[in-house]
């Protein structure tokens, strides 16, 4: 699959005008641009009969915004950060997932993130799938390893050459990192003192962009550095684009994970259960692992059984237990924090 069908992929959505649209027996799900595959929706609606509706977001701010100018009952099943599930429990949007829903016996240990996903007791959300936010590069253009030292990416040399991934959380959580600020310590103070440096990197960026402008920049040579970028963004160009590579500095990274959880207002229940039972089987996994949008890691380790090697190769499934020990998980800023990252974000877009 070439570059431009895959950024039609991952921008195509259906957008709901309202539940008179929707057929009763239909599924809506408020998704990351991975679900929208259709490799990965077909099999599930042939099964049961029914088509599965997508919209999808990026950030759970938008996510949250989307639900709060919808109807109860407009959307069954959301694709949410692992780190916000709490936010949306307090918020009562989640809805409580049967006991027996979703065993998570063969995932991997670090991304059942039970904390996250559930609240006194009572399961709302599931890991589905986990990657890393930090360096992707092309190795043909930028030395490996002056990569391995977040630092030098402020560098002279690489001016006019970057890449930034346009989503604040992990990008001031690397940036923070490089500072030496571990994301469970990002304050307003702390935050605040990274000014300067995102100000720097900025005026160092070709552009700030999404998913997709991010990985087309890399994948053509417009630039040759993504900060924030990972596995997510090379792997699926793999086969195509052997020079396209991605590593874990010496000060660390950050590892992104996406839960996903029924909706309390959803009239469909029974089926978005299932839902949530397909995309953490085996094989739901596999295909979301490669989805043509992104890749990542499958949390269920059974999909290695339904994965081919070289696949499991792009993701380096051999290398997650390194991995997962030297990275951080997202900041979860309250109120105050978050406004005072998005305030410290917007500036730097504006420099």
Not at 57 to 80: C, F, H, K, N
Not at 186 to 204: C, F, P, Q, T, W
Not at 250 to 279: C, H, P, T
Request: net charge negative; proline share 4%.
């Amino acid at each position: 699959m070439n570059l431009t069908t895959r950024a039609f992929l991952a921008t195509t959505t259906l957008v709901l005008s309202g539940a008179s649209a929707i057929a009763a027996e239909d599924l809506n799900a408020l998704i990351w641009c991975d679900h929208a595959d259709p490799a990965l929706l077909e099999p599930f609606e042939q099964a049961h009969g029914i088509r599965v509706n997508v919209k999808e977001y990026e950030g759970t701010a938008a996510g949250l915004a989307i639900l709060d100018q919808s109807r109860p009952g407009d959307w069954d099943v959301m694709v949410i950060d692992a780190v916000d599930v709490g936010r949306a429990v307090d918020l009562g949007l989640l809805a409580a997932l049967p006991d027996d829903a979703v065993p998570t016996d063969s995932f991997f240990p670090e991304v059942v993130m039970t904390d996250n996903n559930s609240r006194d007791g009572i399961t709302y959300a599931v890991t589905e799938k986990f990657g890393y936010n930090t360096i992707a590069y092309n190795k043909n253009n930028v030395d490996p390893a002056a990569m391995e030292d977040m630092s030098n990416l402020w560098s002279d040399e690489y001016a006019g050459r970057i890449a930034v991934y346009d989503y604040y959380l992990p990008v001031l959580g690397l940036v923070g990192l490089e500072q030496g600020v571990a994301t469970a310590d990002l304050n307003a103070d702390a935050v605040e003192g990274l000014r300067d440096r995102m100000y720097a990197l900025k005026s160092s960026a070709r552009q700030v962009s999404d998913v997709v402008a991010s990985q087309t920049a890399l994948a053509t040579g417009e630039v040759d550095i993504l900060i924030g970028g990972g596995e997510w963004i090379t792997a699926v160009l793999s086969a195509e684009s052997p020079e396209l590579d991605w590593t874990i500095p010496k000060q660390g990274a950050l590892r992104w994970a996406q839960s996903i959880a029924v909706l309390e207002g959803s009239e469909n229940k029974d089926m978005a259960v299932e839902f949530v039972k397909y995309i953490t089987s085996a094989e739901g996994q596999a295909r979301l692992a490669t989805s043509s949008c992104y890749w990542g890691m499958p949390a269920n380790t059974a999909a290695g059984d339904v994965l081919s090697d070289a696949e499991k190769t792009a993701l380096r499934w051999d290398q997650q237990a390194d991995y997962l020990a030297r990275t951080q998980l997202y900041p979860v800023p309250d109120a105050d924090l978050d406004k005072a990252m998005q305030d410290l974000w917007t500036d730097m877009l504006q420099q």
